[in-house]
C-alpha cells in the first residue's frame, strides 16, 4: 500500500496521518454491538459536492439519547457527513435511514418535519432579528399550542438570551450567538441534531460553555450528532465517537476506547 501522507493542524503544530498507521488502527477496531436499536443508520455512503467525492463507503450509527461525536483532520470528511444526512449533499451511494424509514437524498424541509435538525457552523442565525424572533422562526414548521412554553424552555436552558431577548441577534456574543444557534434548532421539536463545529472560533471559556450544554441534551431526550474540531474535548462529553479520515472510517468506539488509544491518541488527539 502507497503509503501516503495529509497533514492537518493540532495545538497549533502539524501531525501526520498515513494509511499505513490508518490500517494499523482499523485493525484495532472494536466488535460493534448488536443489540441496540439505531435512531439513524448509515450504510456503506459515497458521497460528495458535484462530480467530486468526499465520502468512500461512510457507516455510522445512532441510538435514542445518545451523543456520538465524528472527530478527524480538516478535509476528512466531517461535515460532509452531516450535510449528507440532511440533504445538502450528493449521494451517488449507500442508504441512510431514520427511524428504520429511508431518507437517503431527501430535501431538507421535509427532514425537519421527519424529527432531524441541523445547526451549521456559520450563518447558523438570523442577525438582523431579535433573539425571540429567531426562536419564532425556529418553529417555522410547528402549528401547536407548545410554542411559547418551548420558548420558556430554551430560555431556561440559555439563560443568557432571556437576559437580552430583546437585543438584534448580531450584537450577541460568540458563544450567545451558538446558544441562539441551538436554540433555534431545539424549537423545531427534532429528535435528532446534527452540529457542526459548534466551538469554532469561541474563546475556551465560550467554547467549555457551549459543550456543556450540548452535553446536557441528551439527558433532555436528544439524540445528537457533534461534529468538532477540539477532538479531546468533544471525545470528554460523548458517549461514543468515528474518527474519519480521507472520507473513510477509521476507528469507532466509546469515548473512553478512543481517549486510552495511545496510537489514536498521538495521531489524532495531538499527543506526543
Not at 485493525?27 to 435512531?39: A, G, R
Not at 451549521?120 to 402549528?143: D, V, W
Amino acid at each position: 500500500m502507497q503509503n501516503k501522507s495529509i497533514n492537518f493542524k493540532k495545538s497549533s503544530r502539524k501531525i501526520k496521518v498515513s494509511k499505513k498507521s490508518i490500517s494499523d488502527i482499523q485493525s484495532q477496531k472494536p466488535i460493534k454491538k448488536k443489540d441496540k436499536k439505531s435512531i439513524l443508520e448509515v450504510k456503506d455512503l459515497v458521497a460528495g459536492y458535484g462530480k467530486s467525492i468526499i465520502l468512500h463507503g461512510i457507516h455510522f450509527n445512532l441510538y435514542e439519547k445518545e451523543l456520538v461525536t465524528v472527530i478527524g483532520p480538516n478535509g476528512a470528511g466531517k461535515s460532509t457527513l452531516l450535510k449528507s444526512i440532511f440533504g445538502l449533499a450528493r449521494i451517488f451511494e449507500g442508504e441512510i435511514k431514520y427511524n428504520t424509514k429511508n431518507i437517503t437524498g431527501q430535501k431538507s424541509h421535509n427532514l425537519v418535519i421527519e424529527g432531524l435538525t441541523y445547526v451549521p457552523q456559520l450563518e447558523n442565525i438570523f442577525p438582523s432579528l431579535t433573539i425571540e424572533e429567531n426562536l419564532k422562526m425556529g418553529a417555522f414548521i410547528r402549528n401547536d399550542d407548545e410554542i411559547k412554553k418551548d420558548i420558556d424552555n430554551v430560555y431556561t436552558m440559555f439563560p443568557d438570551l432571556l437576559e437580552r431577548v430583546r437585543d438584534k441577534a448580531r450584537n450577541l456574543s460568540g458563544g450567545q450567538r451558538q446558544f441562539l444557534a441551538i436554540g433555534r434548532a431545539l424549537m423545531t421539536n427534532p429528535s435528532v441534531l446534527l452540529l457542526d463545529e459548534p466551538s469554532a472560533g469561541l474563546s475556551p471559556k465560550a467554547r467549555d460553555e457551549v459543550l456543556k450544554k450540548i452535553s446536557s441534551l441528551k439527558n433532555k431526550g436528544y439524540s445528537v450528532i457533534l461534529v468538532e474540531q477540539n477532538a479531546k474535548k468533544s471525545l470528554e462529553i460523548a458517549d461514543r465517537g468515528y474518527i474519519l479520515a480521507m472520507g473513510r472510517n477509521v476507528f469507532e468506539g466509546t469515548s473512553k476506547d478512543i481517549l486510552e488509544n495511545e496510537e489514536i491518541g498521538r495521531m489524532f488527539l495531538g499527543r506526543r
